[in-house]
């Protein structure tokens, strides 16, 4: 029989269990993983305290430990107990269905499994997707200096360039996301790249603004997707153990911008019209620099598509699969997995139906239709979900402040980073700002950027400062260098300056993006994140319409106007009534 992963085999391909021989194991004869570290997971702080008094009095199922540091509880499980476990897991939520358990089931088999060489390449393809999002952003950051010179539109005007990008990011994040849910989650993984690819490419030809904004506009859309698609994906089919893993994708945001910078670097000033070009006389001819860019950035995202692809098989997800009824699929999907990693599996369809019903019994409620999948995507933004993010004090605040330091720093970030291009050109004084000048301190300030997210990782867990500490300093650091950066035009100082913001900026996202998930118990976790970082696109949508109208009067309010925003943040964090170092995620 031939092998499962060939080179160029069909991405859609639907399988069989009889494709993986010798994957299946025994139930009992099967190592099985702790899938927490301490207590079990809460959907509330009452429920916490029910939880333990329930641990107290015996109640609690509970099963013998042995080696705490490789997550082993035992070497076999009877399927009464499997279900006692799934049961008491669909206790702690907020809805009880055939799909639900059958999820969780499917959720226990990964666990069991572990991490294989399949989810490590997933990791390093939806990191990618995570890399093509900044990579973007400050691509088309980076372009707007030359923009402005060749089609002769005003250096403040120009800034609605980075309006049309926020706009089909916006879009493009809302449609996928919910795309996923209905044509599955394949379709949205490998076409995102290909949309931001091939429109990329297309606007290296950028006949006029008007037509390389609308370009722009359809990157948004393709690369807007990856953020949520590629991290719901990644989550799917990641033992929960290995959770901390979709903390470290953030490190891929900064290496976008790293990118982008360098070659910015390497094509703008060698071809671009000089600078002492008088306006509207810079032409087409003369300007390539930033087309090289774009064609460029647009090469890079279609080389990734094409390892997508191509390279490597994406089975589909299983709870996609679970929620269209093809239950005989998402099992397979579990044997391809334990297959590529070279490991095996206790999962079987009569373990499903024993625990979650038989498909014939409840095939209603298992086989999910259209408008149901896309209720149920859209059911996380119900007014019964938002009410639970206020269910009691303690939550309510945590989630009024970490969404406005979501819209906060959405809108700092790029008032600061998306015109920084333009505020170095055009700060003048006795140190040469040369275009060369200008686009080496940018690529500078981007490498020394990237430790950030790494070093982030680490200070999160000192005692005394935890993920609390480590984003609010950062923070209120970054709006300190934000201002120190107008109190100068010489070019090394604002490099100085520039790099101390990035670094300290880096640590700050890495922080937020882990901190956010964490916060939020499971039932509402969906909600509490998505808000977030739909907040944080709308308030990138109008950074530049800020930008415009306070740069027209002074060209340093941006400027002023991001660290006010930063400094704000940094107050609000001071006030977040949860630290989640240490504590087990609910």
Known sequence: MAGPRTMFVNPFKSHDVDEFPGVHIPLDNTTHRSSIATSRPCASLAACEKATKDDEAGNSLSRPESNASSGVVNNGMTLAALKAEIEADVAASDTDTPYDRKAKVINKAIQDMGMGRYQWQLFALCGGGWMADNLWLQGVALTLPQLSAEFGVSETEIRYTTLSLFLGLCIGASFWGTASDVVGRRLAFNFTLFLAGVFGLASGGGPNWIGTCSLYACIGVGVGGNLPVDGALFLEFLPQTSGNLLTLLSVFWPVGNLIASLLAWAYIPNFSCPASTPPGECSMSQNWGWRYLILTLGAITFTMFILRFFFFH????????????RQAEAVATVYGIAHYNKTQTWLTEDILNYIGGDPEATGE???????EIVKRSLGRFSMKRFRALFQDRKIGVTTALLWFQWSTIGMAYPLFNAFLPQYLANSGGAVDNSTSTVYRNYAISAIVGVPGSLIACYTV????VGRKGTMAIAT?????????FTTSSNSHFQLAFTCLEAFFQNIMYGVLYAYTPEVFPAPIRGT?????????????????IVAIQAGGSNPKAPIYASGGLFIAAFFSMLVLPIETRGMQTL
């Not at 994406?314 to 009824?325: A, D, M, P, V």
């Not at 409620?365 to 408008?371: I, N, P, R, S, Y």
């Not at 867990?461 to 005394?464: L, M, T």
């Not at 977030?532 to 109008?542: I, P, Q, T």
């Open 461 to 464: 867990d000192i005692k005394y």
């Open 365 to 371: 409620d298992v086989k999910l239709g259209t408008v």
């Open 528 to 544: 509490g994140t998505g808000m977030s970082s739909f907040l944080n696109r709308v308030a990138g949508l109008c950074a530049p």
């Open 476 to 484: 209120v650091i970054t709006g300190v260098f934000v201002f120190l």
């Open 314 to 325: 994406l089975y589909e997800s299983t709870k996609f699969l679970l929620s269209r009824g």
